[in-house]
T-cell receptor, first 112, second 114 residues
Framework: EPEVTQTPSHQVTQMGQEVILRCVPISNHLYFYWYRQILGQKVEFLVS????????KSEIFDDQFSVERPDGSNFTLKIRSTKLEDSAMYFC??????????FGQGTRLTVV | AQSVAQPEDQVNVAEGNPLTVKCTYS??????LFWYVQYPNRGLQFLLKYITGDNLVKGSYGFEAEFNKSQTSFHLKKPSALVSDSALYFCAVRDIGGNNRLAFGKGNQVVVIP
């Protein structure tokens, strides 16, 4: 069964450092997303991406965040200068048009 | 903007008893509704969805949910709970006429007691 894969599973970084979280969406999906879940809190939308551009972003997704689809398979989330409050589980997801989103296993980001 | 409310923090149920996890939603137009389950240290796993048609939808692992437009609810149900159903359950909604953004509820921890 096709699945969304994310790497790494856990990333520890120092405050102020840049991190790149990687995702391989399901191959025939056209819509890609990043969500995050701070420990003990709800899952929050960050950004959606379609046709090689951002289609929507939340107020969380400020100038420190960026997304890219560098090739035909990968979808990345970059945080330019990490803050302590960026510590969370980051989920990548993909979907077909107007269908359910399939989520990856997540990357646990710990900023120290 | 769309939103979801899951009023209970934790649902405790004895194994073999019916399980209900409550969800109410708010959207400006017609909703797409979803349930996801999260096991410890795992991602979100899709359970079922309502797009259109029959208000009662059936999903994975014996779960079902009923769409009630007048009450703006989409409660998740299972006739006979298993210990392995213990997990975190999230309800989510998307506006049909809008973007693809999913709005999630805060989640309900389900504990099935042997």
């Amino acid at each position: 069964e096709p699945e969304v894969t994310q790497t790494p599973s856990h990333q520890v970084t120092q405050m102020g450092q840049e991190v790149i979280l990687r995702c391989v969406p399901i191959s025939n999906h056209l819509y890609f997303y990043w969500y995050r879940q701070i420990l003990g809190q709800k899952v929050e939308f960050l950004v959606s991406f379609y046709n090689n551009e951002i289609s929507e972003k939340s107020e969380i997704f400020d100038d420190q965040f960026s997304v890219e689809r560098p090739d035909g398979s990968n979808f990345t989330l970059k945080i330019r200068s990490t803050k302590l409050e960026d510590s969370a589980m980051y989920f990548c997801a993909s979907s077909a048009l107007r269908q359910e989103a399939f989520f990856g296993q997540g990357t646990r980001l710990t900023v120290v | 903007a769309q939103s979801v409310a899951q009023p209970e923090d934790q649902v405790n149920v004895a194994e073999g008893n019916p399980l209900t996890v409550k969800c109410t939603y708010s959207v400006s137009g017609n909703p797409y509704l979803f349930w996801y389950v999260q096991y410890p240290n795992r991602g979100l796993q899709f359970l079922l969805k309502y797009i259109t048609g029959d208000n009662l939808v059936k999903g994975s692992y014996g779960f079902e949910a009923e769409f009630n437009k007048s009450q703006t609810s989409f409660h998740l149900k299972k006739p006979s709970a298993l210990v392995s159903d213990s997990a975190l359950y999230f309800c989510a909604v998307r506006d049909i006429g809008g973007n693809n953004r999913l709005a999630f509820g805060k989640g309900n921890q389900v504990v099935v007691i042997p």
